[in-house]
């Protein structure tokens, strides 16, 4: 069993996507027979409970995976921490390795510095010095660059003025699941999370993910004024922002359930009717000056595909890299609220429709957009660096 090491920028445990997208992906490199040791920071002091405190968002799988980590209460310089941790552990060991690197700082030491070959994902623009780093690791022909997008293979590469042939381009990803046909469309899941759910709906629409500016909750808040017969589902978001969305509405129609547990969301994806993924046309990750919208990958898209519930999207140029207006979703005008209430009106009167987009749907992403196939494009750049 070959050893692969990950040196990510995240904390665990934690509900960031990042924390989400790594997890994910070492789990799957770890099912295509690989030993996998991620780098990381921790936000719990016993490192004993890591992999107990995270079985229990991701699931018992977490425990095939090595933590190599280090807890800290101070918040700055985390990334460039979990570089010096992964250099000073990875110089211990003999042999060659084989590395895939989320962490700028160490990609820039191993890649630049050391000139090993190593895989270097990015999935934003860099600005001030590190741009100049990330433009150094980009360049170096013993680094292969994984971007989430095409649009942003065009975009780093207009940036940096590189050949677009520098990257290689991985979407995002969901888990395995076999088939979608045995999926309950049980109600009494969620009424037993939500009891007044148990109202005579029309139809119940579910959004999964922040609440950050830029994710369409004034969308669907507006879609619910419009449709009081219709039931709007919105999990997600902290508790300040779940705070000052209630604050401003007292609709009947639409519920803020906050964080659920990652396993859980993913089941209770499967128990709406619809799924909305109503992407403005700036997005913020959370991050001041960090504006996704033009070149972002979302999980949740890949999630939403995986469950055999049909999708209505905002219609942005990056998404139709994956979605297809009346093909696998309902593609719309990201800002007109009357061309989401229409495209919900049409998969209430036309229930073959909604069958048809999620089956064409859940087809293309089990060929296509599982992490186990991402994992295997991975192990397949790493055969051919190292």
Same mark, same amino acid.
């Given at each position: ?23 994910? +992906? ?21 490192k004993s409970e890591l992999k107990n405190e995270m079985s229990l968002q991701f699931g018992s799988e977490i425990k095939s995976l090595d933590f190599i980590t280090f807890f800290s209460r101070f918040k700055k310089a985390d990334n460039l921490k979990i570089a010096i941790l992964a250099i000073l552990h990875l110089h211990k060991l003999k042999g060659d390795k084989q590395i895939l690197s989320r962490n700028l700082y160490a990609a ?120 009081? @017969? ?9 508790? @300040?922002?779940? +705070? ?21 969301? +993913? ?12 992407? +403005? ?106």
């Amino acid at each position: 069993m070959k050893n692969f090491y990950y040196i990510s920028p995240s904390i665990f445990p934690s509900r960031s996507a990042n924390s989400v997208h790594v997890i994910n +992906q070492c789990l799957s490199l770890a099912e295509c027979e690989c030993n996998v040791i991620v780098y990381a920071k921790r936000s719990i002091k016993n490192k004993s409970e890591l992999k107990n405190e995270m079985s229990l968002q991701f699931g018992s799988e977490i425990k095939s995976l090595d933590f190599i980590t280090f807890f800290s209460r101070f918040k700055k310089a985390d990334n460039l921490k979990i570089a010096i941790l992964a250099i000073l552990h990875l110089h211990k060991l003999k042999g060659d390795k084989q590395i895939l690197s989320r962490n700028l700082y160490a990609a820039f030491w191993l890649g630049v510095i050391e000139r090993k070959s190593i895989i270097f994902e990015t999935h934003l623009l860099e600005t001030s010095f590190r741009k100049w780093i990330q433009k150094k690791i980009i360049i170096k022909k013993n680094v292969k660059t994984i971007v989430i997008s095409k649009k942003l293979k065009d975009i780093l590469a207009k940036y940096h003025n590189v050949s677009p042939s520098r990257f290689e381009v991985l979407h995002d990803a969901a888990r395995n699941v076999n088939h979608h046909n045995n999926f309950v469309k049980n109600k009494d899941d969620l009424v037993k999370i939500i009891p007044q759910l148990g109202g005579k709906w029309k139809i119940i629409c579910g959004y999964f993910g922040q609440l950050y500016p830029g994710r369409g909750i004034e969308i669907i808040e507006s879609m619910a004024r419009e449709r009081a @017969e219709v039931l709007f589902l919105i999990f997600g978001g902290n508790d @300040e922002d779940i +705070q000052i969305r209630q604050k401003n509405n007292n609709l009947k129609n639409i519920y803020f359930g906050g964080h659920v547990d990652y396993l859980l969301a +993913q089941k209770m994806m499967r128990s709406v009717d619809v799924l909305l993924m109503p992407y +403005q046309k700036e997005v913020s990750v959370g991050t001041v000056g960090h504006d996704t919208a033009r070149w972002m990958s979302p999980m949740k898209m890949f999630e939403y595909m995986s469950t055999g519930v049909p999708i209505v999207s905002s219609n942005l140029p990056v998404l139709r890299e994956i979605l297809k207006d009346n093909v696998n979703a309902l593609l719309v005008s990201c800002d007109i609220v009357d061309d989401w209430i229409s495209a919900i009106d049409r998969l209430l009167l036309e229930p073959k429709l909604g069958t048809l987009l999620a089956d064409n749907a859940f087809k293309q992403y089990q060929v296509n957009h599982t992490w186990s196939i991402r994992a295997k494009k991975i192990l397949t750049i790493a055969d051919r660096i190292y």
